[in-house]
């Protein structure tokens, strides 16, 4: 069982950065693979950024690709997404998620087991 808490959201301007903390309880945090993902208001939740369970690879949405930077500290377990030239569109809820075990790229909701709660960006135009 993995618990997973997100900080770090908040409002910013068009172009600032933020940077996402997610916590996870446990002992075998390093062993999971971890994801962002967002939620705007009426759309569905899609997927941000992953990591895998070592940290040796990630991997991003296209929208994401080149402005966000998940990265993960396994002696603190903590993953985080470094967000820099934030765009209006990138306002939404997002959450971190854990899958346990395997040695892919995960990209969908269901192929994690935990969630976060979510933590709310706001950027403003």
């Known amino acids: 069982q993995v618990q997973l808490v997100e900080s770090g959201g908040g409002l910013v301007q068009a172009g600032g950065s933020l940077r996402l903390s997610c916590a996870a309880s446990?002992?075998?945090?390093?062993?999971?693979?971890m994801g962002w993902f967002r939620q705007a208001p009426g759309k569905e939740r899609v997927f941000v950024a992953g990591?895998?369970?070592?940290?040796?690879?990630?991997y991003y949405s296209d929208s994401v690709k080149g402005r966000f930077t998940i990265s993960r500290d396994n002696t603190k377990n903590t993953v985080y997404l470094q967000m820099n030239s934030l765009k209006p569109e990138d306002t939404a809820v997002y959450y971190c998620?854990?899958?346990?075990?395997?040695?892919?790229?995960?990209?969908?909701?269901?192929?994690?087991?935990?969630w976060g709660q979510g933590t709310q960006v706001t950027v403003s135009s």
């Open positions: 446990g002992r075998t945090f390093s062993t999971y693979n």
């Open positions: 998620a854990a899958r346990g075990g395997g040695g892919g790229y995960y990209r969908t909701s269901r192929q994690y087991d935990y």
């Open positions: 990591i895998t369970w070592s940290g040796s690879s990630t």
